[in-house]
C-alpha cells in the first residue's frame, strides 16, 4: 500500500507563474513532511520541511501547506524559474523512517 | 567536497555474483540509511544504522542483503546471488539523530546496479 501518493506523474508550468505540487497521505501517524528535489544523475536533495503541527511554512520562492483533516500537503513555487525543472518526491516520516511519493516531474516553460 | 559519496557509480554485474557498495557519509552525522530506487518510484527504505548499530531493516531487506556500518562511519551494502530484479538505483543518505535535523537527510548520488 502506498502511504504517500504523487498523483501527477509530470506538471508542465510558463517561467514566472506559480508551480503547485500536490501529495496526498493516508498514514494519520506521519509528525513531519519534507519535499526533496532530484536532478537526473544526481541525488535527491532537500528543500522544504513542515511539522504536523503546522499547517504552512515559507522559505523564499518556496512554501508548503499541510492539511490535515484532507491528508494533504502541497508544494508551491513562485515565480517558477528554468532551474527549478526537476522531479519533486513529496515524502512523510513516522519512526524516524521517511516514506517517499514516486515522484513529479516538473516541466518550466520558457 | 564534504557531501555524501558513494563508490562505484555503476555496476555491471552477472546473475548470481556478490557485488558490495560503499558509501560515506557527511563526517558528523550519526544516522545512515540505504535507499533503494527503481525507475518511476521513489527511494524505498532499506535499512539504516545510528554510529555503528543498525537499528531497522525493512522487509524489502531479503536475507541476500547485508549491510554494515564498522566503527559509525562508512557503510557497506553486499549483495549475495544477485538476480535481475535486485537492478535499481542503491541510495545513501545520512542526518544527524538530533531534533528536527533528523529528517533532512543528505542523499549520495547513488550507485546504479544492473544485473544482466
Known amino acids: 500500500d502506498q502511504q504517500v501518493k504523487q498523483n501527477s506523474p509530470s506538471l508542465s508550468v510558463q517561467e514566472g507563474r506559480i508551480s503547485i505540487l500536490n501529495c496526498d497521505y493516508t498514514n494519520s501517524m506521519f509528525d513531519y513532511f519534507l519535499w526533496y528535489k532530484k536532478y537526473p544523475a544526481e541525488g535527491p536533495t532537500f528543500l522544504i520541511s513542515i511539522s504536523s503541527i503546522k499547517d504552512k511554512n515559507e522559505d523564499g520562492r518556496f512554501t508548503v501547506f499541510l492539511n490535515k483533516s484532507a491528508k494533504h500537503l502541497s508544494l508551491h513555487i513562485v515565480p517558477s524559474q528554468p532551474g527549478d525543472s526537476a522531479v519533486y518526491f513529496c515524502a512523510a516520516s513516522a519512526d524516524d523512517k521517511i516514506i517517499f511519493g514516486k515522484g513529479t516531474r516538473l516541466h518550466i516553460l520558457p | 567536497d564534504t557531501g555524501v559519496s558513494q563508490n562505484p557509480r555503476h555496476k555491471i554485474t552477472k546473475r548470481g555474483q556478490n557485488v558490495t557498495f560503499r558509501c560515506d557519509p557527511i563526517?558528523?552525522?550519526?544516522?545512515l540509511y540505504w535507499y533503494r530506487q527503481t525507475l518511476g518510484q521513489g527511494p524505498e527504505f532499506l535499512t539504516y544504522f545510528q554510529n555503528e548499530a543498525q537499528l531497522e531493516k525493512s522487509r524489502l531487506l531479503s536475507d541476500r542483503f547485508s549491510a554494515e556500518r564498522p566503527k559509525g562511519s562508512f557503510s557497506t551494502l553486499e549483495i549475495q546471488r544477485t538476480e535481475q530484479g535486485d537492478s535499481a538505483m542503491y541510495l545513501c543518505?545520512?542526518?544527524?539523530?538530533?531534533?528536527?535535523?533528523?529528517?533532512?537527510?543528505?542523499f549520495g548520488p547513488g550507485t546504479r546496479l544492473t544485473v544482466t
Open positions: 543518505a545520512s542526518s544527524l539523530a538530533s531534533g528536527l535535523a533528523l529528517y533532512e537527510q543528505y
Open positions: 563526517s558528523e552525522h550519526n544516522r
